[in-house]
């Protein structure tokens, strides 16, 4: 298949900084859109990438799924875009199209294993994808979204991966009125939890490690707020919530929060803590709660999610940054400094 040579940043070797480097992008086929990007969000999954906190990370990587553009190539078959179009990319770039959770538009959750836009093995070009701290991006025309025209596209990027990664369980649990929903931890994926819950009618109560979060909480939408290192606060929500997202990237104990749980209550994990979590059988026992999780969205979902924060007016609290500066920001990223999402202009590299 015939490449074409691109820019991008990424790296060789966990641990070693991020530099530009040279990728090959596959040749439009007759399905795919060919992308110029304009913006890239940062989000925390780059940094456990990155930093192979999971294992298996393939290297070199180019992170970033977070992914706004224009079109500037479509192939013979394409329908749904034009040359000009604005577009976006998130995390899932291919799946395969036939399984029932592909059929379902759960295509997460694909039989054969869904290809995300980094670190995934490439089916179609063979080696591993490349994210989107690049030029361009290429894939087949079911995977890019149509990108309302955000008045402050850049702030946009982020909802294609935070965004549906907390639209999604809140859907999927029912927030809404009459209905009190947590949110644990107000980084990327938490403050735009709160917009999305509180857009969908949700009461919203955030507990976050970080006092100066708290009254930020407020002005972000958050009915209320909470210190969670503070216990006499949390004893006051003792078995009050329908729901708990939680979006923490590090190891923290989930059996203080499956405690504020009314019965049939759930503690949604979308943080990916490289480490082990623990359970005690009695949180989840006495109430019939549960502990359970939620993987990003499928794409009509994402769509869906693009759409509804459009209407109401959601975008991210961004900071834009150069390419160049892409390695600082991983460094305030990893120490919880950043309100809320880096966006790398890309117009930089
Ligand atoms: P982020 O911006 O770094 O936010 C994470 C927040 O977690 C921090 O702002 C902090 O909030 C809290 N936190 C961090 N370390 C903590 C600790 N040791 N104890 C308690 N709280 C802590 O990260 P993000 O981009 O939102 O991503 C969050 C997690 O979701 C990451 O693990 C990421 O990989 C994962 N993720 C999962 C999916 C999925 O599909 N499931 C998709 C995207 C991202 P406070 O300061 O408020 O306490
Ligand atoms: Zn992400």
């Given at each position: 298949m015939n490449t074409t040579p691109i820019k991008a940043f990424g790296t060789y070797s966990a641990n070693e900084p991020l530099?530009?480097?040279?990728?090959?992008?596959?040749?439009?086929?007759?399905?795919?859109?060919?992308?110029?990007?304009?913006?890239?969000?940062?989000?925390?999954?780059?940094?456990?990438?990155?930093?192979?906190?999971?294992?298996?990370?393939?290297?070199?990587?180019?992170?970033?799924?977070?992914?706004?553009?224009?079109?500037?190539?479509?192939?013979?078959?394409?329908?749904?875009?034009?040359?000009?179009?604005?577009a976006a990319v998130g995390c899932i770039v291919d799946s395969c199209g036939h399984?029932?959770?592909?059929?379902?538009?759960?295509?997460?959750?694909?039989?054969?294993?869904?290809?995300?836009?980094?670190?995934?093995?490439?089916?179609?070009?063979?080696?591993?994808?490349f994210g989107g701290f690049s030029k361009t991006y290429v894939c087949n025309e079911k995977y890019v979204l149509q990108m309302p025209a955000f008045e402050n596209l850049a702030a946009a990027a982020p909802l294609l991966c935070a965004g549906i990664t907390v639209y999604s369980p809140l859907k999927h649990w029912q927030a809404g009125p009459g209905k009190k929903v947590g949110i644990l931890g107000i980084g990327g994926l938490g403050h735009l939890?709160?917009?999305?819950?509180?857009?969908?009618?949700?009461?919203?109560?955030?507990?976050?490690?970080?006092?100066?979060?708290?009254?930020?909480?407020?002005?972000?939408?958050?009915?209320?707020?909470?210190?969670?290192?503070?216990?006499e606060q949390m004893a006051k929500y003792s078995r009050k919530l329908h729901f708990i997202i939680d979006t923490v990237s590090a190891k923290h104990d989930v059996n203080?929060?499956?405690?504020?749980?009314?019965?049939?209550?759930?503690?949604?994990?979308?943080?990916?803590?490289?480490?082990?979590?623990?359970?005690?059988?009695?949180?989840?026992?006495m109430g019939r709660r549960s502990f359970s999780g939620s993987n990003i969205g499928g794409i009509t979902e994402t769509q869906e999610m693009l759409d509804f924060c459009?209407?109401?007016?959601?975008?991210?609290?961004?900071?834009?940054?150069?390419?160049?500066?892409?390695?600082?920001?991983?460094?305030?990223?990893?120490?919880?400094?950043?309100?809320?999402?880096f966006v790398i202009d890309l117009a930089s590299l």
């Open positions: 530099q530009e480097m040279t990728i090959n992008r596959r040749e439009v086929q007759a399905h795919d859109v060919e992308i110029e990007l304009l913006y890239c969000g940062i989000c925390h999954s780059d940094l456990h990438q990155i930093k192979d906190d999971f294992g298996g990370t393939m290297f070199p990587i180019v992170p970033g799924h977070e992914i706004v553009g224009r079109v500037t190539a479509v192939g013979n078959h394409v329908k749904n875009f034009k040359v000009g179009d604005l399984c029932e959770y592909c059929e379902e538009g759960i295509e997460q959750f694909c039989d054969e294993g869904v290809t995300y836009s980094f670190n995934s093995p490439d089916k179609v070009s063979g080696g591993h994808t939890a709160i917009k999305i819950a509180k857009a969908m009618g949700a009461e919203v109560v955030v507990f976050t490690t970080s006092p100066a979060k708290v009254a930020d909480a407020i002005r972000l939408g958050a009915d209320e707020a909470v210190l969670s290192t503070d216990s203080t929060y499956l405690n504020l749980l009314r019965h049939d209550g759930s503690v949604v994990l979308v943080g990916l803590p490289p480490e082990m979590l623990e359970v005690h059988a009695f949180n989840v026992v459009f209407e109401h007016n959601i975008t991210a609290e961004s900071e834009i940054i150069t390419i160049q500066e892409v390695n600082k920001a991983f460094e305030r990223l990893e120490k919880g400094d950043v309100k809320y999402r």
